[in-house]
């Protein structure tokens, strides 16, 4: 058993059909003085009743009344939890054996480490949605900041929250999100990473990831319209993160 303490920070929006899985997978992993932070934002289905049947110790739930969307309730699981590394967690997907030593491992000398997933039945990856080709991280790209934010910018950066762990000490600059943040916190997270040179990336997939019609983000391509709205918001995330990074420095 390692000594540090790790909080799964969760959103949950009307998951009850997926929800036990994840839990099981993820509870498998985890250690017992771990604990896992769920922040329900103001489902209308059975996912509270769900949590409340859950017999661990580990587990916190937070209901709240009112629907603010998926950004401020990750937000949220995030100031809320206790840890020495904080993982994000989506409620549909599947962790895969081994993920919690492996983040942990990478964020010993970088504050957030972003990883590979797999789609859920083949462990297949993802396509990019420019290019069509295998949608992957690689290690050695992890230190080219550059080029990252490139990718980022293009849309072209396959950074999910589902996939990244976070280390505590790097809450403070990460949090509050930018108060315009209203979809893609994985890219903003990324980005503040990539721009404090704190970013490392893990090849190996820690998540298999549940394709379905109510997925809060997709691969595929966007409206010309949603696509330019999208850089501009990166563009401003970008230029907070620079901002951020100075005054961490």
């Known amino acids: 058993m390692s000594d540090v303490r790790v909080s799964v920070c969760m959103a949950t929006y009307n998951g009850a059909a997926y929800l036990q899985e994840?839990?099981?997978?993820?509870?498998a992993e985890l250690e017992p003085q771990d604990e896992v932070v769920i922040v329900d934002d103001a489902s209308s289905d059975g996912t509270v009743a769900l949590l409340s049947t859950?017999?661990?110790?580990?587990?916190?739930?937070?209901?709240?009344?009112?629907?603010?969307?998926?950004?401020?309730?990750?937000?949220?699981?995030?100031g809320l939890a206790t840890?020495?590394?904080?993982?994000?967690?989506?409620?549909?997907?599947?962790?895969?054996?081994?993920?919690?030593?492996?983040?942990?491992?990478?964020?010993?000398?970088h504050a957030v480490a972003a990883s590979n997933l797999v789609l859920l039945g083949d462990d297949s990856p993802l396509r990019s949605p420019l290019t069509g080709r295998d949608w992957l991280l690689r290690a050695e790209d992890g230190a080219r900041t550059a080029y990252n934010q490139r990718?980022?910018?293009?849309g072209d950066a396959p950074y999910f929250g589902c996939a990244m762990a976070i280390r505590r000490d790097f809450l403070a600059t990460a949090l509050p999100f930018p108060d315009y943040l209203d979809e893609s916190?994985?890219?903003?997270?990324?980005?503040?990473a990539n721009a404090c040179g704190e970013l490392v990336h893990v090849a190996a997939p820690t998540v298999r990831r549940r394709i379905h019609d109510s997925n809060a983000s997709s691969e595929r391509p966007r409206g010309v319209r949603q696509a330019l709205q999208s850089r501009l918001l990166l563009v401003r995330l970008w230029r907070e993160a620079r901002r951020r990074a100075r005054a961490r420095a």
């Not at 859950?54 to 995030?78: I, K, M, Q, S």
């Open 185 to 192: 916190h994985d890219l903003w997270l990324a980005t503040l």
């Open 151 to 154: 990718q980022i910018l293009m």
């Open 83 to 109: 840890g020495d590394v904080l993982m994000l967690s989506d409620q549909d997907d599947i962790w895969v054996p081994g993920r919690r030593a492996l983040l942990v491992d990478a964020t010993l000398d």
């Open 22 to 27: 994840q839990l099981d997978s993820i509870l």
């Open 54 to 78: 859950v017999d661990d110790p580990r587990v916190r739930v937070h209901p709240r009344g009112n629907n603010r969307g998926y950004v401020r309730t990750f937000e949220e699981a995030l």
